[in-house]
């Protein structure tokens, strides 16, 4: 494997990150390379999250480096972090749609806000990008509260990837829906990622979409990454958390044929 | 070479090769947009394109989509367009684009015939009726809500009863104080000014205490009621409407108003009387001090004029309005509350509707009561 050519993507150092006394990450390092998808796992309210809104600079860190395509997150509060932004995209846990635009105008927000263009190639780029992800027209003329959890999800996903960012961030893409829905939404991720050379940075719980998806896992636990790589080699991982996630009832259910 | 995007031309006979380069993304869409359009009188002449791609440095959906719509206008008028040279990186998703904006939607013209607006005159009056029906409803399913308690006396929500009480009657009373205070100093001073004039000094008193006591105390205590407990009232119960809550207590048995609605207009009942009590004694303080300092009129005379100037009935004119006003209050803050529908812009709106409305509604009913109560002669 060619591993170490690939240029990385986002760079996080001895990050420490925690609120009043307690601590969440705990001097964490992790590399995404370019291109690749990562699924990040770890126990509910194990910082997995906090991770991802910390790189995003939604959170103040305690000490650390985090650089995400060259930008240094968090370092000076406000315009590096804003630079940084129009490179990323980012897919929270409900959309987080806003509630006051239909979905067309969701999606073409980020592209109004941040390029010039005509309204009638702004519609016509955000319909695209509401036709990428597998929504109609007829779609991009409802207001969030009449979308179904599978809508939503397509939705803040093509206003994710409005302004055709590098990186996207996803917060549990997939919980929530039906496993038809999720694994289609898991091949709608998959092709993006092909189509659009992105680089996705995935938190999950889903471990179908960590099989088919993910080029690689990261495993947080205890405020560290203690593992990290493909499926096959977090089967084979030793340490004791790993085991009991990915050896559970549910997981040996799912995946008989891998081990 | 240079990452600015340009579109090259060459024209051999009728067929004309577009030559994209530099980089064809989002960051460069103003520049991108005016290319694509300025080729668009030689792309009329033309038979037939070609679109060599191998310039390009960087492409994006938005680059990708101006390419693929010149080259599908160009397809429309049945010529022949030809896409050459693309990178293997950019094929899937220039063929991604292929497939979208397929559809015409029909444009959403703004057309406003008097047919429109007649629709929209029509609609608006459905709404005042609806809400008056709103409001109707309310009241009957929090008196229906009363009868259940009175017949179970049990079931009333007390703790919740004491809480709303503590919330819109004892946090509001500093504020509730304060601007009474002033309003009753205002008064006394603008009177003490004017009627001086004409020697009518003494006359300020009886101004001060049947102003004070009838209306303004018990009207501006309704109005800071409205604006501080109201919106409260209705903003929670919409935010619970919106985590669906409410229909979670529904689900378990439980009716929302029993619950949620009844405490709160109760309490509300309870604390605007003695809100408007406390108002009308502070404003009194306030007409008091003013008479005291600015118009030279020791305590002693001012309690003795009140005296003379006031009786019990003007009192009981201002409290009997006050649970009147409660009641509506509390009811239109609630019932506002439950029409929140999902967006956080409906929540705006619904509590600004349930203040202005309260605060409108409070004003007629004060008229009303003065008609009421100048012809049972009190």
Known sequence: ?259 | MTNEPLLLTSANGSALELRPTGSWTVGNAAVLEQLSASIAPQLARAQSITVNMSGVRELDTLGAWLIERISRHFADGGQHARLVGAADDYIDLIEELRQVNRRHDPAATKRMSIADRLERLGRAALAAVLDLSAFLQMLGAVCLATFGVLRHPRSFRLTSLVYQIYRVGWQALPIVILITFLIGAIIAQQGFFHFRKFGAEAYVVDMVGILVLRELGVLIVAIMVAGRSGSAYTAELGSMKMREEIDALSTMGLDPVDILILPRVVALIVALPILAFIGAVAALYGGGFVAWFYGGMSPVTFIARLHEAISVTHFEVGMIKAPFMALVIGIVACSEGLRVKGSAESLGKQTTTSVVKSIFLVIVLDGLFAVFFASIGM
């Open chain 1, 1 to 259: 494997m060619q591993e170490q050519e690939l240029p990385v993507a986002i760079h996080v150092e001895d990050l420490v990150v925690g609120f009043g006394r307690r601590i969440v990450i705990d001097h964490l390092s992790l590399d995404v390379r370019r291109g690749e998808i990562l699924g990040l796992v770890g126990a509910s309210g194990g910082g997995k999250s906090v991770l991802m809104r910390t790189v995003i600079g939604l959170i103040a860190r305690r000490s650390g480096k985090i650089d995400v395509m060259g930008s240094d997150i968090g370092a000076t509060p406000g315009c590096r972090t804003n630079q940084a932004a129009q490179k990323w995209g980012v897919l929270f846990q409900q959309g987080a749609l806003f509630s006051s635009l239909t979905a067309l105008q969701n999606v073409a927000f980020p592209l109004r806000e941040n390029a010039t263009m005509s309204d009638e190639l702004m519609t016509e780029i955000a319909n695209a990008k509401l036709e990428m992800v597998g929504l109609t027209s007829e779609d991009g003329a409802k207001f969030p509260s009449e979308l179904s959890g599978g809508m939503t999800k397509r939705v803040a996903l093509a206003r994710a990837l409005a302004l055709d960012p590098a990186i996207v961030f996803l917060d549990e893409p997939t919980s929530g829906l039906d496993p038809i829905a999720a694994g289609d939404f898991d091949t709608l991720i998959k092709t993006l990622q092909k189509t659009l050379g992105l680089t996705v940075f995935m938190v999950t719980h889903d471990l179908a979409s960590l099989n088919t998806v993910c080029d690689r896992v990261a495993a947080l636990a205890d405020g560290k990454i203690v593992a990290i790589g493909p499926m096959s080699e977090l089967l084979r991982s030793e340490h004791p958390w790993v085991k009991a996630y990915f050896h559970g009832k549910r997981s040996m259910m799912l995946q008989p044929k891998v081990m």
